[in-house]
Structures are given as structure tokens and as C-alpha cells.
């Protein structure tokens, strides 16, 4: 029931984890 809920937050983990990298590969 809740699965969705939790896909979408892993899915916005993972963009703010590649934000974090792309960042990091710029500096």
C-alpha cells in the first residue's frame, strides 16, 4: 500500500545523491 510512497522517495534520493556527485566532479 504504501510502496509507491517509498519508490518515489527513493527515487529523490538518488537525484540528490547525483546532484551531490555532479557537484563534486565540477569543483
Do not use: A, G, W
Amino acid at each position: 500500500r504504501r510502496r509507491k510512497q517509498k519508490i518515489k522517495k527513493l527515487e529523490k534520493e538518488k537525484e540528490d545523491l547525483q546532484k551531490l556527485l555532479q557537484e563534486k566532479e565540477e569543483n
